[in-house]
């Protein structure tokens, strides 16, 4: 009889477990094991046991890179959707609301409306929601703008208008890029006589017709092409030399903030980023005040409030809200431009607001919250 060969499995599992043992023994008496080996030959049991490990860690940490990138940039990508919006509803006009009335007299004003109309909204609703306009408004309400300097006014002004443009001047180029408004408002002003063939005796009167070719006359629609061509190579032309001036002008502002600005290209980024945070912290933390101050005024009226989970837990952790007096509303609301004290850097008001407030100093932070740079 032939001898069965015995199974290789236990002296596997025995070498693992001896070797198992040997760095429990190791690691105890403070002997360095090899981790970088360890480590590999891990990874190399995860991605074949679970090959899908990896990529998900891979997809998470690429998540993680492009929150982070959007975060630092959060102006430029408010920007961009601004611009998109912008677009998608100039689009969407033409395709459902746009109808030239072909009339003479009509057209120029129905093609300057087209174009302005919406840009003008769009500059009145970007000033509105931004919050620059308020904090001037606040200011100069508050203190009168009594500290504020003609180079501030300046920087704040281009700050405030410059993000309000974006809209119009994109609600403006999209509309000149696709010509159909200026065909409109400008195709009576083609003179007859620069279109070879064209009957003089038609009149003027008969070129407003042109956008609309159902209302040219039979005879004359073979120039609706040309003067289609003509009016769009015109339109055109003005919106990229409008891109154009917006790009120059646009490189020049931001090449004269930099020489102008007191910090280097680190620090302004830094500062950048302060803003964001503490603009989002103290956002955050107004609601969960406002919360619980009316928590407690809503609980001494009826004896009892009702209250979710989170907010239950949001009261017995902080107790209780006072209220904040409007003076010290007033001290961290307004124009700030950055300033220093004893070399150390001031990134807004409400930092202002809190290093006093740290000495003690009621005196100076009186007369220093006036100070806007």
């Known amino acids: 009889m032939q001898r069965k060969e015995q199974p290789a499995a236990p002296a596997v599992v025995e070498s693992h477990m001896t070797h198992t043992s040997v760095r429990v023994k190791l690691s105890k008496r403070n002997i360095p094991v090899n981790q970088t080996h360890s480590s590999s030959v891990l990874s190399s049991v995860i991605n074949t046991q679970h090959p899908n490990m990896a990529a998900a860690a891979l997809v998470t940490e690429n998540f993680k890179f492009v929150a982070l ?26 395709v459902f609301a746009f109808e030239c009335p072909c009339s003479s007299g009509r057209n120029y004003l129905y093609g300057l409306a087209a174009i302005g109309v919406p840009a003008l909204a769009f500059f ?12 001037l408004v606040s200011e100069c309400r508050l203190r009168s703008c009594r500290k504020l300097s003609g180079a501030s006014a300046f920087a704040l002004l281009g700050t405030i208008v410059g993000r309000s443009l974006v809209a119009p001047i994109t609600w403006v180029v999209f ?3 696709q010509g159909q408004a200026y065909m409109c408002a400008l195709s009576e002003f083609v003179d007859p006589g620069t279109l070879e063939g064209f009957p003089l005796a038609r009149g003027l009167k008969v070129m407003a017709n042109f956008p609309c070719r159902d209302s040219v006359p039979t005879e004359l629609q073979s120039f609706c092409g040309e003067v289609e061509r003509r009016l769009k190579y015109e339109s055109q032309l003005f919106g ?7 790009s120059l002008t646009v490189f020049l502002m931001l090449c004269l903030k930099r020489c102008a600005s007191p910090l280097g290209y680190q620090q302004e980024d830094y500062w950048s980023q302060y803003r964001s945070n503490e603009r989002t912290l103290f956002q955050r933390t107004a609601a969960v005040h406002a919360r619980l101050l009316a928590a407690e005024n809503v609980k001494s009226f009826f004896g009892f409030v009702a209250l979710e989970a989170e907010e239950k837990e949001q009261l017995a952790e902080h107790q209780r809200a006072s209220p904040i007096c409007s003076t010290n509303w007033n001290r961290v609301t307004g124009i700030y431009l950055y300033r220093e004290r004893k070399g ?24 220093e919250m006036d100070v806007l740079s």
């Open 344 to 367: 150390l850097p001031l990134y807004s008001r409400l930092n202002k607001w809190a290093t006093y407030s740290l000495e003690n100093n009621f005196e100076a932070m009186e007369k």
């Open 240 to 246: 990229w030399l409008l891109v154009a001036v917006m």
């Open 124 to 135: 009145l609703v970007g000033i509105m929601m931004n919050k620059s306009t308020w904090d």
């Open 175 to 177: 509309s000149l890029l």
């Open 69 to 94: 990138f959007f975060k630092s940039k959060d102006v430029m990508i408010f920007n961009g959707l601004i611009a998109l919006g912008t677009v998608a509803s100039q689009t969407a006009f033409n």
